[in-house]
Structure formats: C-alpha cells, structure tokens
C-alpha cells in the first residue's frame, strides 16, 4: 500500500486558484498512475482528473477542462492540481488515489484505485 497526503486546500474567492499537493511513500510512486477524486456534501464522489504512471497520459472531468491540470514530479514522490478559474460549484473535499496496478494507463474508474488519501478541503466562496 502506498500512503498519500494531501496538502493546499482552503478558502478561495470564485475566481481564484489553488494547487493541491499529494505526497506519495510507502512503495515504487513512479510506476502507478494517479488520480485526484471529490466529494461535496450530498453528492456521489467523482473523478476529477487522472494521470498516468509515466505522466504522458491525463484525464479530465468536462466540467473541469481548460481550468485544472494534473502533473506529477516523480522526483518528488508528488502528484498536483492546479486549479484555476475555482467556482462555488467547485466546493468540496478533494481526495488523492494511487491506481491498484503498476503501469497502469490512465484509469477512470475510482475502482482501479487502491490507495486513497484523507482528503483536502477546498472550499469557493461566491
């Protein structure tokens, strides 16, 4: 099992931008793909993008296309989310996951995750 902790989020003006760090110990980071989850309250997690264990792959939920990005420094053992443009609608807490299977291409079923964060919150204020 890999742990991962996530770090950056908090209260932002709509508008504004954060960036989500995740970082990643306990076996081989660079061979798993990654993948950034959330969940507001009353709502069904969803994906919000993912990257593959080589980084050369990447996903993204439409409603967050063109606004967030997904990059990975596997240096660092880290993966981020750069988010800009946030909206209200953006609001929710943010979990990080590490793919079930090395060298995995881009996954985007949260069942293909095995390892999963605590989660961040990001909250957008209007």
């Known amino acids: 099992q890999v742990q991962l902790v996530e770090s950056g989020g908090g209260l932002v003006q709509a508008g504004g931008s954060l960036r989500l760090s995740c970082a990643a110990s306990g076996r081989t980071f660079r061979t798993y793909g990654m993948g950034w989850f959330r969940q507001a309250p009353g709502k069904e997690r969803e994906l919000v993008a993912a990257?593959?264990?080589?980084?050369?792959?990447?996903y993204y939920a439409d409603s967050v296309k063109g606004r967030f990005t997904i990059s990975r420094d596997n240096a660092k053992n880290t993966v981020y989310l750069q988010m800009n443009s946030l909206r209200p609608e953006d609001t929710a807490v943010y979990y990080c996951a590490a793919s079930r299977s090395p060298y995995s291409t881009v996954t985007t079923r949260s069942a293909d995750f095995g390892s999963w964060g605590q989660g961040t919150q990001v909250t957008v204020s209007s």
């Open positions: 990257i593959s264990w080589s980084g050369g792959s990447t």
